[in-house]
């Protein structure tokens, strides 16, 4: 076996989002190691520490005070270190446009935010499924676009 | 100015492979990809040297039996979704059980027990990745991609793109040209 825990990040304002993101990975059963935080700019200010170890996948709310999700996904595009990392947007939005413009800022997923435990976890799992095929296989991360 | 470029990461592959090989100084065969045969056996010393020359490109080698069944899986998977000839006149489960001679009832339980996935649907990812790279790269239109594919027609190459992605392909090609145009 070979299965070694994905190491995930979830940055989000809203610590009842954070507590019921928590309790819904734990559940899933692929290993995983989470790290929080409440804002954009305390994950920027962590991630960007020289000999940082990088994440398997950044789990960010749209809204949130002082750094939103989109303004970090943007200058984590423009950091050398760090722009390769695959990025989830966790959005209350469900339009078209809204899903389309993230992507094009270059989010790899984006993921409608659902009110219940059980299709969070449903989510949780498929979309780290499929990121843990992205980092153990030959595919192109570049392209990798899913909207859930 | 921009310039486009076209490039096969199996000859990427191969030279660097064949680049760090040849510093061992024992005569090799590449026995497609992820495999390499050795005209002798390596003692520890030049398979701890070669470990170190492969990491730096992101190579591994596999030595655990599951671990390299599952990659020889994945390889033989990649292998048909590239070449248009194998994908329309095989059947994955009939070419995976030829090709590596085991049973597919047992490659397919190794394979879901160390992926989280099964060959199935890992064969439907890979080849929806072929597609978005032919869209991307080759610059391929709908028809052609669900014709070099072999989906029966653009209409099931779309429902399966749309069932994996969760965006059309056209939706898909918009966001790629601007993300180009953003460049």
Known sequence: ?148 | MKLYLKYDINIIFRKTLENQLDKIGIAYKINGLGEVEFTQPLNPQEVKELTVLLSTYGIKIINDHKTEIVQRIKDTVTEMVNNTTIEKSFKTSVYLSEKLEYSYTYLSSIFSENTYSSIESFVILKRIDRAKSLIIKDRLTLTEVAYTLGYSSVAHLSAQFKKTTGLTPTVFQRIIKQREANK
């Open chain 1, 1 to 148: 076996m070979n299965l070694d825990a994905l190491k995930i990040v979830l940055v989000d304002d809203d610590e009842d989002d954070r507590t019921f993101f928590k309790d819904a990975i734990e559940e899933v059963d692929i290993k995983t190691n989470l790290l929080l935080f409440g804002n954009g700019q305390e994950f920027m200010d962590y991630i960007t520490l020289p000999g940082q170890s990088l994440p398997h996948l950044v789990f960010l709310d749209l809204n949130m005070p002082i750094k939103n999700g989109i303004q970090c996904l943007t200058e984590i595009r423009e950091i050398p270190t760090i722009k390769d990392l695959l990025i989830a947007i966790y959005s209350t939005s469900s339009s078209d446009q809204d899903i389309e413009d993230t992507f094009i800022k270059g989010a790899n997923i984006y993921i409608n935010k659902p009110n219940d435990f059980k299709k969070l976890k449903k989510i949780i799992k498929d979309v780290l499924k499929l990121n843990w095929q992205y980092h153990t296989s030959n595919l192109d991360r570049e392209s990798f676009m899913l909207s859930i």
